[in-house]
């Protein structure tokens, strides 16, 4: 890649500012956006990163922003609601014409991810602080590079099926929790020129985006989703001239 790859990593930072029974602060006292942004920094040292939050003048994703963003990172939770529509289409717009889309834990239910997805994204959880066994399904993947088969995050949310999502391309993790749910935690899907991949561990309750195998995930799936070499327009309809006769 010529150039520094470029990655703006979005978080609503609504828990962080209100009060939290968990003591969110004490794990990620710059956000979880400055956690996220952090693990990424130590895998892919020569990007450049910046971080934006809803409470940002357009929620820091204004057309310029995003069309020096190769990669996109979505973590939402408390406030999907309070996304505006026309950024919503803003992002979906630069999804298809190419710019990559990681989505997160609770992401899932955001209005960009629904929108891409086309269903619900509705699943099952419980929030206990379970142990979590993240398993690798497809270890050729670029996602899953350096990942140990399995790695084990001790404390989390437990999202469970049915998840209620349009079939992934590429399924690469597979979670099974304490309470013996499994759950498809890792899988991508293509639009248009974009790619997309939700991975779910990172709940705010726990410390979890400091875990080294999450960052090497998280990290993987920027390579993955990033394509900086394509003219960032979504594909459209036609009507070209003939190029041979017959």
Known sequence: ???PLRVTVWNENVHETNDHPRGIRGYYPDGMHGAIAAGLAEHLPDARIRTAVLSDPEHGLTDDVLADTDVLTWWGHAAHGDVADEVVDRVQRHVLGGMGLLVLHSGHFSKVFKRLLGTTCSLAWRNDGEREVVWTVDPAHPIAEGVPN????????????????????????????????????????????????YFSPGDESYPVYHHPDVRRV???GVRWAARPELVREPLGVTNPARRWAG
């Open 1 to 3: 890649m010529s150039s």
């Open 218 to 220: 998280l990290a993987n």
């Open 150 to 197: 399995p790695f084990v995050i001790e404390r989390q949310e437990m999202y469970g099926e049915p998840f209620d999502v349009a079939p992934p391309d590429e399924l690469v993790f597979v979670s099974w929790f304490a309470g013996g749910e499994v759950f498809r935690s890792g899988a991508t899907w293509r639009r248009g020129k974009g790619r997309v991949f």
